[in-house]
Nanobody, 123 residues
């Protein structure tokens, strides 16, 4: 079992930055892909970014490419999502998730999820 807890969300203005963190407990994250998803009201959960267990491979949704950066520290069992140049359309609950194997963008392929952290970007 892996328990994930997100933090760092908040209310910001368009153009601002936020850094989300995901802290894992239970089993080590060392061999698992870590990803961030988000879900806005009335919309389906969507893929944001993912990083391989080694950190060598990353994947981003087109909507965040160039603005968001995913990273991880396996020694600390944590992951981060640096979000720059935030836009109102980035407003959503952001979830951290992990899975074993390769990077995938479908939420159903992820085994463990955090409770989410709210990010609200005002215009």
């Amino acid at each position: 079992q892996v328990q994930l807890v997100e933090s760092g969300g908040g209310l910001v203005q368009a153009g601002d930055s936020l850094r989300l963190s995901c802290a894992a407990s239970g089993r080590t994250l060392g061999t698992k892909v870590m990803a961030w998803f988000r879900q806005a009201p009335g919309k389906e959960r969507e893929f944001v970014a993912a990083i391989s267990w080694s950190g060598e491979r990353t994947s981003y949704a087109d909507s965040v490419k160039g603005r968001f950066t995913i990273s991880r520290d396996n020694a600390k069992n944590t992951g981060n999502l640096q979000m720059n140049s935030l836009k109102p359309e980035d407003t959503a609950v952001y979830y951290c998730a992990v899975r074993s194997g390769t990077i995938l963008s479908q939420a159903l392929n992820y085994d463990y999820w955090g409770q989410g952290t709210q990010v609200t970007v005002s215009s």
